[in-house]
């Protein structure tokens, strides 16, 4: 068990750019969730993935965002048109299931700057 | 709607003492499950602790334990023998069960310092 991965670590774009995130979740985990962090606050959830299906997207998730999951294994978060109001940590987290297995593991997060 | 409130932005503690964290939420909801998570300074965030609303006991891990008071929706962590290693960025948790997606609903956070 290698733990939630997140590529790249730090991403540094210039406004207008588009800009892919990668999560790689712990093998056996078929629940996978994307988050939003900026400075001072809580992450926020952005969307949700069972296996490969995407099931639940947030509000906070404009036309701009797309997320995938295919064969449910990784998944990956594209900003399209970055605006600076994007920057922040781009969280990851993955789980085996309900009850007990719920429990949601981070990984180390892929923070975004726009210039 | 949800909602989460850490009232304490930053608190600081004497290494060796104890510290309470403090936690309060907003729900309709009657079964549900909330988390402590800690975010070290620029390390990823690691689950403190959790605790399942139909379970009166209150949970503890090692120097870790909460107090849950469900008919006040508080849900406090309290640090015992805090260690420099403590130093961090404390969020607390909702987790509505049952729904589609069981995602975390979270605080602002607070930062606790452990001072030599």
């Known amino acids: 068990d290698t733990g939630v991965s997140q590529d790249p670590r730090h991403k540094i774009t210039k406004r207008g750019q588009n800009v892919t995130f990668r999560c790689d979740p712990i093998?056996?985990?078929?629940?996978l969730y994307w988050y939003r962090q900026t400075l001072g606050q809580g992450p926020e959830f952005l969307t949700y993935?069972?296996?490969?299906?995407?099931?639940?997207k947030s509000r906070l998730l404009s036309d701009r965002f797309s997320a995938e999951r295919p064969k449910g294994s990784f998944s990956t978060l594209e900003i399209q048109r970055t605006e600076q109001g994007d920057s922040a940590m781009y969280l990851c987290?993955?789980?085996?299931?309900?009850?007990?297995?719920?429990?949601?593991?981070f990984g180390p997060g892929t923070r975004l700057l726009v210039l | 709607a949800q909602t989460v409130t850490q009232s304490q932005p930053e608190m600081s503690v004497q290494e060796a003492e104890t510290v309470t964290l403090s936690c309060t939420y907003d729900?309709?909801?009657?079964?549900?499950?909330l988390f402590w998570y800690k975010q070290p300074p620029s390390r990823q965030m690691i689950l403190v602790i959790r605790?399942?609303?139909?379970?009166?006991q209150n949970a503890t891990e090692n120097r870790f334990s909460v107090n849950f008071q469900k008919a006040a929706k508080s849900f406090s962590l309290k640090i015992s023998d805090s260690q420099l290693g403590d130093t961090a960025m404390y969020f607390c948790?909702?987790?509505?069960?049952?729904?589609?997606?069981?995602?975390?609903?979270f605080g602002t956070g607070t930062l606790l310092a452990v001072q030599p």
């Open positions: 987290a993955s789980s085996l299931g309900r009850g007990e297995r719920e429990t949601q593991y």
């Open positions: 093998s056996e985990h078929n629940r």
């Open positions: 993935f069972q296996n490969e299906a995407q099931l639940e």
């Open positions: 729900t309709s909801e009657s079964n549900y499950y």
């Open positions: 605790q399942e609303a139909y379970k009166q």
């Open positions: 948790a909702f987790m509505m069960t049952g729904g589609a997606t069981n995602k975390l609903i």
